[in-house]
């Protein structure tokens, strides 16, 4: 049962294990700086489907499956899936997993989405309601440019500011059994708040997140009295280039210098000055992507002991900034700890 | 902590109190049934916006506040807000909650997200990780015939299968403090799977729905070892009368007896005799409208005892229509006992 530290921020009273992940990539990330720790990349966007929408569904459908596989936990053992995406309706989750078997807790946190479903399988563990609970998410650089921006076709020129959605899908395996003495386990989760500081310019959703970050990090530094030396690495999820500036600024001005220890998913998944990618990578996928397939690597060879690892979301709609509106944000924290050995 | 009965159905170790609702109705729920039990009607589709996904935000943001104020809980006492609703990326809780300073945990489950976020809500507080959550919806006629369906402007023709959208928000508090002999309280939580027998009608989605509330209701009896009998009511969430009729022929496949015990939350909130409704109400504030404003009072009134409450959700897209895809459901149920005093 869950200790919980202030409003933001809980503590698990045991420890919830991060026992298996699972990583399908697209072609691009496949030609990135993580090409070789992916467990499978697609090379044709359609992935042998009739649309982009099914192309990701079965990317899901198959980065589950791959989860199953590699955890080597029975179906019939998993309690709970929480899972979502950026389609409408969460279409490539709900047509992935509906042949799952299992019961569904569908969630919507934009590109976030990784960050609150270990959230709430970590606490549905230590409450005692799971022994096993999967969390999927993923996203397609065509359904998303499709649904949110332009259609491909029209060529239209990307602005310097924007991010390239990431293409894959990534799966995590959580687990109330584990080894707190050799295993990788998540012992913090810090739930963001919805911040909205007026940006409006759907190109650049780095700066509308930036502030997310900051309060959701400012609020866990603060909850667990730790400072961002503790972590050998603090990551958000797809700020880019620009957001992530301005979270090292505004940190600053909190009177958290996270500067040495601070790094971005959207600045890993891709090699900038190779992809033309501009601000750098974002979607669902790019902290799935850099977590399941690069930092589980780096937790289990114990080269990370501690890691912050904080997904964030803009939460608008083509509808909303169409109507004018803001980019409202949230980012989602966990504390997981590795004590395997290096 | 959670005792887990089965693979689906878990039972609170101690009762989570619902003690507060608030509800705000469209014009046409406001004539229909239940007019004199929502805490405000509002007449203007608009609500004096300038578009419908604007009313609707507004709607949510209306009656948070309402929960607020008629629960007493203070913001800095809510430790989680789990919201989502039908709009694409969710935007009408997104946009509703960005300024209640309090985490949130955005959610999918299409017409079943009352009982989701519910769920989610209920294992948070026993769980140990929150003493208060408010757990809130939307849906609006004329955003979601936009989004989903023509635009209104066209006069289309509906099915006879088809049903109305609700326009409303609802909103509840889940609080661990009360007193079991005379409040109301969540005691069972039968999470649902994602269940899909081929129905591709847009236009009929209580039968697509339907195998899916006698998915989850089979479970929620097997589990728990109750028969029908057991409840006052079984309330689904927005089947209307083309899939509550299949949902009672099921169930008796199934060898459970529903027909006296059951009945549809998108068959009480419009006379469909009167308000020209085809199979009744549907949208993700069907159920939870008829939850917070009139099942609250019939539980606070001791008319009913023993409720199992369960919102239902077809987890269909334009898109994944537009593309032949099939319509994949889901329902969530909650068992609900009274102690207040007839």
Redesign the interface.
């Known amino acids: ?4 530290l202030s ?2 921020t ?1 503590k698990l ?1 045991s420890p919830v294990y991060i026992i298996s992940t699972a990583s399908i990539a697209g072609s691009k990330e496949g030609e990135g700086p993580l090409s070789s720790f992916f467990d499978s990349v697609i090379q044709d966007p359609l992935f042998g489907e ?2 982009w ?2 192309a990701e569904t079965k990317m899901v459908r198959e980065a589950y499956s791959k989860l199953i596989s590699k955890s080597g936990i029975p179906v ?1 053992n998993i ?2 899936i929480v899972a ?1 995406d ?6 490539a989750s ?2 992935g ?14 590109c976030s989405t990784m960050g ?1 479903s270990m ?2 399988g970590a ?2 563990i ?5 022994e096993n609970v999967a969390c999927i998410t993923s996203s397609h650089f065509c359904s998303a440019e499709k649904q949110f921006r332009y259609p491909l076709e029209l060529g239209t020129q990307r602005t310097p500011n924007a991010q390239w959605t990431v293409t894959g899908a990534g799966a995590v395996m959580l687990s109330k059994a584990g080894d707190p003495t050799k295993d990788i386990m998540i012992t913090h989760v810090t ?6 500081k007026g940006i409006k310019d759907a190109n650049n959703m780095g700066a509308a997140m930036a502030p997310a970050a900051v309060d959701t990090l400012s609020a866990h530094f603060r909850d667990t009295g730790r400072q961002p030396d503790f972590y050998d690495l603090i990551l958000s999820g797809d700020l880019g280039y620009v957001g992530k500036n301005i979270c090292e600024e505004f940190m600053e001005k909190e009177g958290f210098d996270i500067k040495g220890k601070y790094n971005d998913c959207g600045l890993i998944i891709f090699d900038r000055d190779k992809q033309d990618v501009h601000a750098g990578g974002s979607g669902c996928a790019c902290s799935a992507l850099v977590f399941c397939a690069y930092m589980y690597k780096l937790l289990k060879e114990g080269q990370i002991k501690n890691l912050l690892f904080m997904p964030t979301g803009a ?6 900034s169409q ?1 004018g ?1 803001t980019i ?1 944000s ?1 980012a989602h924290a966990l504390s997981i700890a590795s004590n395997c050995i290096s």
């Open positions: 049962m869950g200790k919980r409003s933001q809980i009273d009739k649309s929408e099914k019939s309690n709970y979502g950026l389609l409408n309706q969460c279409t709900n047509f997993l509906k042949d799952s078997d299992v019961p569904v807790l569908g969630v919507y946190g934009a609150e959230s709430i606490m549905l230590d409450g005692g309601f799971a739930t963001g708040k919805i911040i909205d939460l608008l709609s083509p509808t909303s109507q509106e409202p949230i």
